[in-house]
């Protein structure tokens, strides 16, 4: 009966609160499929951000504070196009929103998963953070940055090409409804926008969607690039998607933290790596993985750092693993969670 009431909760608890709560799976970029340093860009489309990706072949970024000292083009608060701590977390990403100081370079965009589907004809309300890059010499106009809901993942060769088919896309995008120029240059700014569902869309795209001779921009005084080459660069940050109407009680901390049961090390950039989900709720931890005979294969106190399928430097064994988690939550919450977890080769 025990192991029914907990299947019961790990079931349906997340459909009770998928409305009130985020949508968004890894909605400030916080949980990494690469430990640092990644020394590249265009850590979105590599998706080195779980469950975020590019929906064409442009690279929007992907930054990090423990790049600093490593690789600081990707770093926070410094990095390549600017200067800006994360509206939370340690992690955001950046994408190119106005372009022409790089010939036959479009605009960017990011690619986010839902935790479920959406409900047909239920209003969602959708909210990021942007910051316009200090080093970029344009502003363009709020009302231009959309979200495209879709059903599919789009990848490359994209299922559509985005910038070659904004204007029919312009008919599907729900829009952010303010005409302010976003000129943020050393915060944070909150967009918000409305969306009634079609039903079943489960990936989404944010991004500037507006054809270039539409676009509404202006000249950022006392910038060296030249004004001549166009170009706006922007930080995101804090994505969230949830039914409008909805009433529940937040869901509390501890359900966001957890561990796959599941990883397979096999190099292919897939689920490589064993690690701590919900990291930006974690203040302090120790993970601890154990073999079937009891002998500790795996201790790490870092939060970001996690198991590569591997003991004393060689490859361990295909097999199922038990592990225990003892973590500090920013509330000053203390959990522990113990479970299993299969080695796949």
């Known amino acids: 009966m025990k192991y029914l009431k907990i299947l019961f909760v790990l079931l349906f608890l997340p459909m009770l609160y998928s409305g009130q709560n985020n949508l968004v799976l890894n909605p400030s970029f916080e949980d990494r499929t690469t430990a640092c340093p990644f020394p590249q860009l265009g850590g979105i489309r590599d998706e080195m951000s779980i469950y975020w990706s590019s929906p064409d072949a442009l690279t929007p970024d992907l930054f990090q504070e423990c790049q600093n000292g490593q690789y600081d083009a990707l770093g926070i608060p410094q990095n390549f196009i600017g200067r800006r701590f994360a509206k939370s977390g340690q992690v955001y990403a950046g994408i190119i929103s106005l372009n022409s100081a790089i010939p036959g370079y479009d605009n960017e965009f990011v690619q ?14 959708i909210s990021f953070w942007i910051s316009h890059a200090d080093s970029s010499n344009y502003y363009i106009n709020a009302q231009h940055i959309g979200v495209w809901f879709i059903n599919y993942k789009s990848g490359y060769p994209p299922i559509i090409t985005l910038n070659d088919s904004l204007s029919f896309i312009q008919q599907k995008v729900a829009f952010v409804p303010d005409t302010f120029y976003l000129e943020n240059d050393s915060g944070w700014t ?37 004004p001549n080459r166009i170009f706006a660069y922007y930080y995101l940050d804090e994505v969230s998607i949830y039914r409008c109407n909805d009433t529940l009680p937040p869901i509390p901390p501890e359900q966001y933290v957890n561990l796959p049961n599941a990883f397979s090390p096999n190099a292919d950039g897939e689920n490589d790596v064993f690690r701590l989900l919900g990291a930006d709720k974690v203040a302090e931890m120790e993970l601890r993985v154990f073999n079937r005979w009891g002998q500790q294969v795996f201790y790490t106190k870092q939060k970001e750092q996690g198991w590569d399928g591997t003991f004393k430097g060689q490859p361990a064994p295909t097999g199922v693993y038990a592990y225990t988690l003892v973590a500090t939550l920013t509330n000053g919450e203390v959990i522990t969670k113990k479970g299993n977890v299969t080695l796949k080769r």
Not at 112 to 125: A, T
Not at 194 to 216: L, M, Q, V
């Open 112 to 125: 986010g998963k839902l935790s479920f589907p959406l409900s047909k004809d239920s209003i969602y309300c």
């Open 190 to 226: 909150e967009l918000k926008i409305s969306y009634k569902a079609k039903g079943g869309e489960t990936y989404f795209i944010i991004g500037n969607f507006a054809p270039t001779n539409t676009i509404n921009f202006y000249y950022k005084e006392n910038t060296i690039t030249n």
